[in-house]
């Protein structure tokens, strides 16, 4: 799908955009030098770059008419993620692991997700953190790194990670919020750091604003994202919504993923967001994980969303 938000007029970042939307049927484009060029699926990754993988929304404990077996379809998800053939360097989860955050759901999820044997790196959904005691559990089993808050940062072959949480404090509409404290810390984890960085931020609930009247969309996300401006390749990387979306503005790629339990209308099909119950034969199209790469230089990194039928 090509975004009808899309504002850059640059035709090379359009063409790019559109290409990416492609990538479920097997190739990865990336952009360098103004130029898009592809590679199949499957190829090796350039010696002087590594890749990640994205999954996100796996809402282990959901079991209505939309998934009877949101753990079964994680676990076809970690089966792709298994069988690629170029080992990725870790993972990362972009939220909702649990549906409602209970001991044995998030235990379930860690076991599962356990077994893939990659380093995983995680940012909180609103379905993860209920209240306090949630929180503590959370933070317990997936926020190894991260400060009180949820949110922490770390370095990969030249690449600045940062994992925001804003489920934290929801606001009107269900819109997520980062806070004073935490885009206090974002200013002062990026100080320092040269443009040239590539960075890739992830958390839960998109930083733009998709459907504020459906809670997609973060309100102090301007903030965030005036923080980010002065880098020249930034990747945001969330989840929530349950479908694909991308988005250019300048240098910053957003980029939203499927989840791995059931799909979500788009935005003016429905009268709200909610579990969306489509043919069993169907299901696994609407499901899936994105590998992203990265290769040292000008442009944006190549995300490729695999659904789970592919």
Same mark, same amino acid.
């Given at each position: 799908?090509?975004?009808?938000?899309?504002?850059?007029?640059?035709?090379?970042?359009?063409?790019?955009?559109?290409?990416?939307?492609?990538?479920?049927?097997?190739?990865?484009?990336?952009?360098?030098?103004?130029?898009?060029?592809?590679?199949?699926?499957?190829?090796?990754?350039?010696a002087t770059g590594f890749s990640f993988v994205q999954?996100?929304?796996?809402?282990?404990?959901?079991d209505k008419p939309a998934n009877p077996d949101s753990?079964?379809?994680?676990?076809?998800?970690? *089966?792709?993620?298994? @069988? #690629?053939?170029?080992?990725?360097? !870790?993972?990362?989860? +972009?939220?909702?692991?649990? &549906?409602?955050?209970?001991?044995?759901?998030?235990?379930?999820?860690?076991?599962?997700?356990?077994?893939?044997?990659?380093?995983?790196?995680?940012?909180?959904?609103?379905?993860?953190?209920?209240?306090?005691?949630?929180?503590?559990?959370?933070?317990?089993?997936?926020?190894?790194?991260?400060?009180?808050?949820?949110?922490?940062?770390?370095?990969?072959?030249?690449?600045?990670?940062?994992?925001?949480?804003?489920?934290?404090?929801?606001?009107?509409?269900?819109?997520?919020?980062?806070?004073?404290?935490?885009?206090?810390?974002?200013?002062?984890?990026?100080?320092?750091?040269?443009?040239?960085?590539?960075?890739?931020?992830?958390?839960?609930?998109?930083?733009?604003?998709?459907?504020?009247?459906?809670?997609?969309?973060?309100? *102090?996300?301007?903030? @965030? #994202?005036?923080?980010?401006?002065? !880098?020249?390749?930034? +990747?945001?990387?969330?989840? &929530?919504?349950?479908?694909?979306?991308?988005?250019?503005?300048?240098?910053?790629?957003?980029?939203?993923?499927?989840?791995?339990?059931?799909?979500?209308?788009?935005?003016?099909?429905?009268?709200?967001?909610?579990?969306?119950?489509v043919p069993p034969g169907q299901l696994r199209e609407?499901?899936?994980?994105?590998?992203?790469?990265?290769?040292?230089?000008?442009?944006?990194?190549?995300?490729?969303?695999?659904?789970?039928?592919?």
């Amino acid at each position: 799908m090509t975004d009808n938000t899309e504002q850059n007029t640059n035709p090379n970042r359009r063409r790019v955009l559109e290409c990416m939307a492609w990538a479920g049927t097997g190739v990865v484009w990336t952009f360098a030098g103004g130029v898009p060029a592809s590679r199949l699926i499957g190829s090796a990754q350039a010696a002087t770059g590594f890749s990640f993988v994205q999954i996100s929304d796996s809402h282990v404990g959901f079991d209505k008419p939309a998934n009877p077996d949101s753990l079964g379809t994680l676990n076809e998800a970690l *089966d792709k993620v298994a @069988a #690629l053939p170029v080992k990725p360097d !870790f993972m990362i989860h +972009t939220g909702d692991i649990t &549906h409602l955050a209970l001991p044995q759901q998030f235990d379930d999820a860690a076991k599962a997700i356990g077994r893939v044997r990659l380093d995983v790196h995680y940012a909180p959904g609103e379905h993860d953190i209920l209240d306090a005691a949630t929180a503590k559990a959370y933070m317990e089993r997936f926020g190894k790194g991260a400060r009180d808050g949820g949110y922490y940062s770390f370095d990969h072959h030249g690449v600045h990670f940062i994992s925001l949480n804003n489920v934290m404090d929801l606001k009107k509409n269900g819109l997520g919020f980062l806070g004073a404290d935490q885009l206090a810390w974002l200013a002062d984890d990026l100080r320092g750091k040269t443009a040239s960085t590539p960075i890739v931020v992830f958390c839960h609930i998109p930083l733009w604003t998709i459907a504020p009247e459906w809670g997609w969309g973060t309100e *102090d996300s301007a903030q @965030a #994202l005036a923080l980010l401006a002065p !880098f020249g390749s930034v +990747t945001v990387l969330n989840g &929530h919504i349950h479908q694909v979306m991308q988005k250019v503005e300048g240098a910053v790629s957003f980029h939203t993923a499927r989840s791995t339990a059931f799909p979500q209308p788009a935005p003016g099909t429905a009268p709200a967001p909610g579990p969306m119950r489509v043919p069993p034969g169907q299901l696994r199209e609407l499901l899936g994980i994105a590998r992203v790469g990265y290769v040292p230089g000008p442009g944006a990194l190549a995300i490729t969303d695999t659904a789970l039928a592919k």
